[in-house]
């Protein structure tokens, strides 16, 4: 296991104003969480330590010394702010590929998982989420991405796409 492992999803656009989004207020098929004002990134650890990619597949950083294991890969946000990553998905560990597991257990993996300090998992809403919305509009967030509990981890070895079991929610596109 070497290098970028693919290209992540991408959630599509979806206004705050949306019937649909009203109907998925306590949808227990579906899930919220923050967006984070900052770049989309990809954690991998890796032999020689850990790497951090952006989603256009550029290495920002290297890690010799981390808690992240070998065999490894998540799913994240850096903060523009803070420089603080905030993780919401684990897409491999102990070096399998965990695309196809739902959402909701890859959840379960990466909460049992040792960060590193300047990194925090995103925890996520399952009911009231357009009050959720409001809260983290009013807190600085960019929005919320909501997501169904059953969601696959869709990576692409050739670029990002968007997937529609992943909405994101901000004030404008």
């Known amino acids: ?45 890796e032999l020689d330590g850990v790497k951090v990619y ?44 965990l695309w196809h597991y739902p959402l909701i257990q890859r959840k379960d ?12 998992r995103l925890v996520p809403v399952e009911s009231n989420k357009v009050k959720f919305y409001e809260d983290c509009i009013k807190a600085g967030d960019e929005g919320i991405v909501i997501k169904r509990k059953d969601s696959k981890w869709q990576g692409d070895l050739k670029s990002s796409k968007k997937v529609a079991e992943w909405l994101k929610i901000k004030p404008k596109p």
């Open 1 to 45: 296991m070497d290098g970028f492992p693919a290209y992540p999803p991408k959630p599509l656009y979806l206004s705050p104003r949306s019937p649909l989004f009203k109907e998925l207020d306590n949808d227990p098929n579906w899930i919220a969480e923050r967006k984070i004002n900052g770049r989309r990134v990809i954690i991998v650890g």
């Open 54 to 97: 952006t989603r256009q597949k550029r290495l920002i950083e290297m890690r010799k010394q981390s808690k992240i294991q070998f065999g490894t890969g998540l799913d994240g946000e850096l903060e523009f702010k803070t420089k603080k990553m905030f993780i919401f998905d684990c897409f491999m560990y102990e070096g399998r590929r």
């Open 109 to 120: 993996i990466l909460s049992k998982l040792a960060l590193d300090s300047d990194m925090e």
